[in-house]
């Protein structure tokens, strides 16, 4: 079988190798598709060599068929379309033993920290896999994780039917957490600088704000009858969008962190305090997310054909980063594994 290894320097090899048979609890799948997400683009990058090496497979938003399963396995089959919670947790430290298996304290993520989906065949432990229905497109499929991670950053929010919600950042996360806040009841606006996607916002029928053009946060309050957003969500990781935020925010507003920043930001807590804001962090996701995702997939609100902007096959994969890497006219790129 065919693997993509990640070897440094912004460059993949693919190699040969032998599948490697389940052993007990574990579960072989065959990858139809893989998603390139934004930490796969930092490991392209370098920048996470240290956790990562220089000769690993990475990739961990795919969809699969099942090949074979190992001892003790159930609910389970051969053939069996699945996709992947790539997610690895202890059992024994305190958040596992509080139910927060999602981010267990010693957490380890496939793809990562261990070898990934950008190959033929990946052995896994078969508790992270979840099958969706046999109709399902399996180039569809490969968006359930990325929609999963917006289902849980909704979920935190506890969004209200008629709630005023504002996303700022219009990246794949961004639309599909406006899409789902949109499902769950939200009037939803997306704050976005860059005209195409701001385009696509617009094509999956969401008002917009540029922030180049307006004051968002002031537009925001003018729309709402000088109310606010009572959800925020901060997906850009910018120094303007942790500004809004706040600003943004109705009183007793919610805010939920789904960006993740290389810098510790500078954060206005005088208004949590002067509106009662509330903050919230959203990592990852749980097993009801998924469920969740993959229903939305099924039921037709979550737009993939628009979100898929091309798909490359796995001897491709230098390439398909290459073309991926600073395009401002890119959503999702699938890599075919088989």
Known sequence: ?????????????IKEDQPKEPGPGDARIKIAYCGIC?????????????????????????SAVVDAIGPGVEGLAVGDPVVVRPLSHCGECAACKKGYI???????????????????????????????????????????????VACHDVGRAKIKEGEDVLVIGGGPIGLLVAMVARQAGGNVVISEVSDYRLEV????????????????????????????A??????????????????????RGRIVMVAIFANKPEVD?????????ELMGARV???????????????????????????????????????????????KSLIKCS
Not at 269 to 277: A, G, I, P, Q, T
Request: aromatic fraction near 8%; hydrophobic fraction near 40%.
């Open 1 to 13: 079988m065919k693997a993509a290894y990640y070897s440094g320097d912004k460059s993949f090899t």
């Open 38 to 62: 934004g930490t796969d683009l930092h490991v392209y990058h370098g920048s996470m060599d240290a956790r990562v090496t220089t000769n690993r497979v990475i990739g961990h938003e795919c």
């Open 102 to 148: 999602h981010v267990c304290q010693n957490l380890k993520f496939l793809g990562l920290d261990t070898e990934g989906a950008m190959q033929e065949m990946w052995t896994l432990p078969a508790h992270t896999l979840h099958k969706v229905p046999a109709e399902m497109r399996l180039d569809y499929a490969a968006l359930i994780e990325p929609t999963a």
């Open 201 to 228: 916002a617009e094509k999956l029928g969401f008002q917009t704000l540029d922030p180049r053009k307006v004051n968002v946060a002031e537009e925001m309050w003018k729309r709402t009858g000088d109310k606010g």
């Open 230 to 251: 009572e959800v925020v969500f901060e997906v850009s990781g910018s120094k303007p969008g942790i500004e809004t935020m706040t600003e943004a925010a109705a009183v």
């Open 269 to 277: 807590m005088f208004k949590f305090f002067w509106r009662e804001l």
């Open 285 to 331: 996701y749980e097993a009801a997310d998924y469920e969740k995702a993959i229903e939305l997939v099924v039921n037709g609100d979550i737009d993939c054909e628009t979100l898929i902007t091309d798909i490359q096959e796995l001897e491709d994969i230098t390439k398909a980063f290459q073309a991926l890497d600073g395009n401002a006219t890119a959503m």
